[in-house]
């Protein structure tokens, strides 16, 4: 193998790819970045045994070729402004340029231990959407979203393509995305997305965004795939059905019974404020309670407490009665973070009862925190 590429170029494509391979793993193969050269083109794959990823990239190829390289060798070299030369020889990866070169260990008969992408086919596509919005609807879904293997599809993102949203939940919250634009293809079924798509799609896609550039989604029974300008990415679907989220999520928006507007910008310098006193040993709620239209916030940890009243809110229904919740104040600045300038909170008068924060973008289903009247009484002098 022989090929000529931009050293810069070079790091670039290597830096992207290695996202994709796990940092610790039984089969050193798996530590490697494939590399072929091929007619006038030079492709970099990676896996993770979840993940199958390949970014194309035109190359003057000399000699066409495959090596499986070790991606920790690989990030040892430092990017060179100048067009170098790899050629594999005698178990070698030759990297030189005018100024510079590099040696490093490669193999080249890995072909039978090597795990192959998956074929889904080009008649299986689901829908189009923009790349830069599909990636930041992940970026902001994710904290919604589980760690914990204990129950997978708390890990996973939720595409639901008939109802046009991405989901994300934790047992605490429910997160959502709506799609707007792009195709979408009829009768297509939900998808459940493994966890790790976002972090190996934000590493396929790298630094450079371009609002222009859309990323078309295929899938049969087993896999998605996501196709970019110059790279695929195969994941392997998670089995089961989804949770019925719309059900709780239809419930609190039908037995809404206020409705408030708010600048999102005022209320998530005071949830960062509120999550800075929190801990996880003391996991006090930030508290919402109405009175009359005038709305406060406060939370109360051991000894210390503070309260604010929130100037830039506006009651489109629900003035009157007075009510009161508690939720984690990161819920909140998580909300707020992901919203335009102006969003809503709906909810039910009993303080046991979701509240729904959304904007025309995103919604977000927050479950309470249990509260009794004493917690709420220092936040209620501030707007009595």
């Not at 404020?273 to 309670?289: C, H, L, Q, R």
């Not at 009175?291 to 051991?302: D, L, Y």
């Not at 909140?332 to 979701?354: H, L, N, Q, T, V």
Request: charge should be negative.
């Amino acid at each position: 193998m022989k090929f000529q590429i931009y050293g810069k170029d070079f790091k670039t494509l290597v830096d992207r790819i290695g996202g994709i391979v796990p940092k610790r793993t039984a089969l050193q193969v798996m530590e490697c970045v494939k590399i072929e050269a091929h007619g006038n083109n030079v492709e970099f794959s990676a896996t993770d045994s979840t993940n199958y990823a390949t970014i194309k990239v035109y190359a003057n190829v000399y000699e066409d070729g495959v090596a499986w390289v070790l991606l920790s060798d690989l990030k040892k070299i430092l990017a060179i402004n100048d067009d170098i030369i790899i050629t594999v020889s005698d178990l070698k990866l030759d990297i030189r340029s005018s100024k510079k070169s590099y040696e490093i260990p490669c193999h080249t008969d890995y072909d039978d231990i090597w795990i192959e992408k998956p074929s889904i086919g080009n008649n299986n596509i689901v829908c189009i959407q923009s790349e830069n919005e599909f990636l930041k609807h992940l970026s902001i879904l994710n904290c919604a979203r589980s760690e914990e293997e204990a129950n997978k599809m708390m890990t996973a993102f939720y595409l639901d393509l008939s109802n046009r949203r991405i989901v994300t939940l934790d047992g605490h919250r429910i997160g959502m995305a709506n799609l707007v634009g792009g195709m979408f293809a009829p009768n297509a079924r939900g998808l459940n997305l493994d966890g790790t798509v976002y972090s190996a799609l934000k590493s396929l896609i790298g630094k450079t965004k371009d609002d222009d550039k859309s990323i078309e989604v295929y899938a049969n029974d087993k896999y998605v795939e996501f196709i970019g300008e110059d790279y695929v990415l195969t994941s392997r679907l998670l089995d089961g059905e989804y949770f019925n989220y719309e059900k709780l999520t239809g419930d609190v928006r039908s037995g809404s019974e206020y409705t408030y507007r708010f600048n999102t910008k005022e209320l998530l310098n005071i949830a960062k404020e509120y999550s800075k006193v929190v801990t996880k040993d003391n996991k006090a709620p930030m508290i919402f309670y109405n009175n009359n239209g005038s709305v406060a916030t406060g939370v109360q940890v051991a000894n210390y407490r503070t309260s604010d009243v929130l100037e830039n809110v506006e009651a489109e229904y629900g003035m009157g009665h007075e009510w009161y919740v508690g939720v984690n104040p990161r819920f909140i600045m998580d909300a707020c973070g992901a919203f335009s300038e102006e969003a809503e909170i709906k909810g039910a008068y009993s303080f046991k009862k979701p509240i729904m924060i959304m904007d025309e973008t995103y919604e977000f289903l927050i479950l309470p925190v249990n509260i009794n009247e004493d917690n709420v009484e220092f936040v209620k002098r501030q707007v009595a």
